[in-house]
């Protein structure tokens, strides 16, 4: 199951993930794809409102701690970004594990590094940026649960 | 007094020992950049297995580098937070370790809080209220200072930080790791004109002091592919990205300077070691009447010496920790 999406500002990407994040729930996981600027911090913001953090709540690139933290929306956000890991074999000292199924939604920007350490069902969301502020978005459902969530945007 | 500090929050090992919190008796570091110059970045695992391997040796050293034994340690100070938890267990291990063998005060010190003590080293005499400015790979954040642990959050990124936005932009024009160092370098040694490639500066609104980087990679992203730029010299390239994150650090930590009405400026964080951020920072200070301080490049980047003037100062206040002591991976200063 497969959706296209367009968006024509970085506000639209963080609505579009707003409106994702309000129908997730704990253990969902979502892989974010796509080249430096893209987009996948931006949508990450929309997923964070979505999920009922504050507006004010600070969703950066993770890129140097490797791992952000969110609790105190309706579900607590773990905002991953293995954008510096060589190979999944990293994961291990980050607890991924764990994190996968546990008690928030985990996102994961630059997935595809780490392929094989992703759980079956899961969204792999796609960003290309087609100009300066236009983005195709594309939502790819894996796994029963992830259809569910795609039914629901 | 000697205060013991130990900092293993991500690729630095590094162990200090501070006198009466003005004496910086040593100050060892163990770098593992050249470990992840390979892999493009620091690789959690490998960080922590480092940091076991080095931690005793980086101890020992400190001690006989400040001509001290075991048994003249008053203190034990440590960064358990925020950062990489496998590596920040090393280095929180060790401590409570030699608090607890040692018997003398265990002190738990916030990564961020450390860097803004640095300054302390330079000036034990800062006087309040300041206004700070911690810029490294993970936070780009502008603080009030109005007393010791009192701090008050002004502005502080909303998508990266300004070291990332070194690094990544240097991937984007093919520098090597680390970028941001790689881009100073450039830019200074290649006499780069920083008005070569007009860059965006994000404003985001008149009362905003938060910044905003990732506008900056995207134009970054889109110039190196446009056929306008590609006789541009590699030199006025790093320059002029440089330009465009030294511009937006400096414009909102003056502004929050001025909003404030302090008459002090501290710098913090690796960034803060980026030559043109200190030169555009001076003569910004200067011409406001503003006085700025600058730790030394040992003292802005991930060092022990910081952990141990911050809890130099925890200890003055009471702010003693217990052996339970846990890490946390992120936590916000304020």
Redesign the interface.
Known sequence: MIRNYQTNSAEETRSLASNLGAVLRPGDTLCLIGDLGAGKTTFTQGLALGLGLPPDEPVNSPTFMLLAEHPGGRVPLFHFDVYRLPDSSALYDLAFDEYLSGDGVVVIEWADRITDALPPDRLDIAFIAVSYDTRQITVMARGERAKEILSQL | MDILGIETS?DETSAAVLRNGRDLRSNIIASQIDLHAK????????A?RQHVTQINAVIAEALEVAGIGLGNIGAVAVANR?????ALLVGVSAAKTLAYALNVPLLAVHHIEAHIYANWLVDPDIEFPVVCLVA???HSEIFLVRGHGDYLILG??????A??AFD?SA??LGLPYPGGIEMDRLAREGAGNPKAVPLPRAQLGPDSLDFSF?GL??????AVRDPKWAAVPKADWAASVQEAIVDALTVKTLKAAKACGVNHVLLAGGVAANSRLQTVMREACAREGLRLTVPPIRLCTDNAAMIACAGYYHLQADLVDGLDLDTR??E?LA
């Open positions: 991500c892999t493009g970045g620091v690789v959690p695992e490998v922590s925020p950062g990489l938890l496998g490294s790979g993970g502080r990124t909303r998508d990266d930080a070291g990332e990544k991937r984007l990732s990679k995207t134009a970054v992203s889109y991976a992120s916000r």
